[in-house]
Structures are given as C-alpha cells and as structure tokens.
C-alpha cells in the first residue's frame, strides 16, 4: 500500500511509497481503510524533532477511515464502520480514568513506541503510535471511534485531534465565562477552533493575535471580535481592558516567549491556557513573586482537557446546531501523492488545516 514516511528526524519532506505494509493486527486490534487525514502543526514538530518521535515514521495523527477488520475481542466494531482515530486512548481503569481524567491516561503512549509498518523488512513506526498518511493503518480498538453517518470523514478526521483540542481548551479547561474577554495567541486551525469555543461559550470580546494577515482575517471569519499582529496586543490589551489584562489568554504556538507574552497579557486573577505542543528543553520562566502576586492560573490543556469521547460528541452537537465552523477550517486539499505542497502550505502559515484524501 502506498504510505507517507520520513526516513530520518530533520527531513522536511516526506516520500510517498507504495511497498509499505501495515503490520500488528491480531487480538483487541482493528485494521482501518484511512479515508482522510488532517495535517496539524505537531505532525511539523515530529519530523524536525521538536517532539520526540522514532524514525522512520508515517506522519498524521487526525484521521478517519472504515474498518476493514477486527481482530478477536474486539466486540464493538465491525467491517465497514466508520470511525475516527483518536490517537490518545483511553483503558477506563488506570487511577487519570478513574479519576475522571482520561485525557491523562498512558495507555495509547505504550503502543507509540510499537512500530506500525514494515518496509523492505525494516520496521517504521506510526506517529502517535498511529500513522495516518497510509492507506491502511492498524491500531489498537480503543483507537477506533465510530462516527454518525452525517459526518463526514474530513471533518470526522479534524475532530479527531485539532477541533477537540482547541474547543476543549475553551469550554474543558478554562471555563470560559460569559460576557469574558478573550485573547487567543496562535490562530492555526487549534487557535481557529479555540475562538470558536469562547464564542459558543459566550465570551464578549475575542482577540486573535497572529503574525500572519490571512490567519487573522480568517479568526474574524469565526468569531473573533478583533485581530490583531503580536506587536498589537499590548495596545489591544489598553483599550479592550483598560491595561488590566484579559480574563483568558489561550497560547496555542508551544514556545516559551509565546507563553511568557501571553502570561503577561492575563490580567490578575486570570486565566492563561497553554494549548500549544512545544520542546522539551523550551522553558517557560516566572517569578515566584509574581506568581505569588499576581494570582494568575496558568492551566496546561492536552487533547481538549476533559474526556475526549465526551468531546468528539460535544463538536458534533454544535457542528449540527450550526453553533461552529468546520467545513471552514480546511482552506486545502491535497492527495496523499501532494503532501510535500501542504507541508509548505502550513510552513509559511498559508493553511489552517488541510484535509488529505487518501
């Protein structure tokens, strides 16, 4: 089968080959047609090496496809369903499930470091412990969430991580407040989604910050109520707020300067939300002083904050009511055989999400 790999970590480009084979299936795993894939910033960050990722690898974590087949107890699922792939599992018993935090469970990251496909007798691993620019994936069950049949599988694949995580960060983590005011650093198709979420959760003024001209004007698009350059939210951060801070800022960039900017945007008593994937050896610094002083709440969200089946549902809920865009998001299409030309498409800042058609 035809499969997108990167032979080694700091390759920008990925070759498409046709000798792949999806390898693993057996007991408690299903094997998967993928349908489509959306490409995400963190796919970017595993092939420079930003987040730590085994080569040589098939990118894509966003995906949606129909089961092929299951292997044995596997009860829930059967050939030609359609699913999404939701590349963090949860196994309901570890003590984060138990606690109602399922978002936190490590059970999908003990398969990461499984390969998922062989190539001319060598091993080569699935991103996330997935893989989804191939045409067949196998993952384990839990990967496999089936979808309603109105659901597309573009947008089906984008819930699959970006919608969940942005949505998430606004309406899971946060709490946005109604009648809030909102500051959202990063407008990619995760910071489109958390704008959304402080819309649908009622939030008066919402700010995008974004270097880049087409990415704020496509946050207006989604209901922010302003938008602006990173050198303009100090004076957004004066006249919206009268200098005191916003209520919420959602960082969704994963750098330390981002975090320190957004941090320093939070009024007293505020709430930063870091959503953005950053480096290991990126460090974020503040003062015990002010951290003491200042009372703000600097909240990590991962995967949306909250349980992601919960919030697979919750976006398709308002995607149905109309409360939220996710046709919009997808400003790109390209074949599996295109991948490289979306990879630079999101390099230069040009796409939010684009859906490849596999």
Request: net charge negative.
């Amino acid at each position: 089968m035809r499969a997108a790999i990167q032979h080694e970590t700091g390759q920008d480009k990925l070759e498409v080959l046709d000798d792949v084979e999806a390898v693993g299936f057996g007991p408690g795993k299903v094997r998967l047609r993928m349908r489509a894939g959306g490409l995400c910033h963190s796919d970017l960050s595993a092939m420079s090496g930003v987040l730590p990722q085994p080569a040589p690898f098939v990118p894509g974590h966003e995906g949606a496809g129909e089961v092929v087949d299951v292997g044995e107890g596997v009860a829930d699922l059967r050939p030609g369903d359609r699913v999404l792939v939701c590349w963090l599992p949860s196994c309901g018993s570890c003590p984060s499930c138990r606690r109602g935090q399922s978002q936190l469970c490590l059970a999908g990251f003990m398969n990461a470091g499984t390969p998922n496909f062989r190539r001319a007798g060598s091993d080569v691993f699935g991103f996330a412990g997935t893989g989804t620019f191939a045409e067949e994936i196998v993952v384990g069950a839990g990967c496999a969430v089936p979808i309603p049949d109105d659901v597309p599988y573009d947008i089906a694949a984008l819930i699959g991580c970006g919608v969940t995580t942005g949505l998430g960060a606004a309406l899971n983590t946060a709490h946005v407040a109604a009648g809030s005011s909102v500051a959202v650093i990063g407008c990619g198709g995760v910071g489109i989604c958390a704008v959304q979420g402080a819309r649908a959760a009622g939030a008066a003024q919402i700010v995008a910050v974004d270097p880049v001209a087409s990415r704020r004007e496509a946050a207006l698009r989604f209901g922010a109520t302003e938008a602006v350059a990173p050198d303009a939210l100090g004076d957004a951060r004066a006249r919206i707020t009268g200098g005191e801070g916003f209520d919420y800022v959602f960082e969704v960039v994963g750098t330390s300067a981002t975090a320190r900017a957004a941090y320093e945007a939070t009024r007293r008593g505020g709430t930063l939300c870091v959503v953005g994937a950053g480096a290991m050896d990126d460090l974020f610094q503040v003062s015990m002083f002010e951290l003491f002083f200042d009372e703000k709440r600097i909240l990590p969200s991962l995967y949306g904050g909250g349980d992601v089946l919960r919030s697979y549902e919750r976006a398709i809920a308002l995607w149905r009511a109309g409360r939220i865009d996710l046709a919009g998001l997808i400003t790109h299409r390209v074949p599996l055989a295109g991948i490289n030309d979306a990879l630079d498409q999101m390099r230069t800042g040009d796409a939010l999400r684009t859906c490849v058609e596999i």
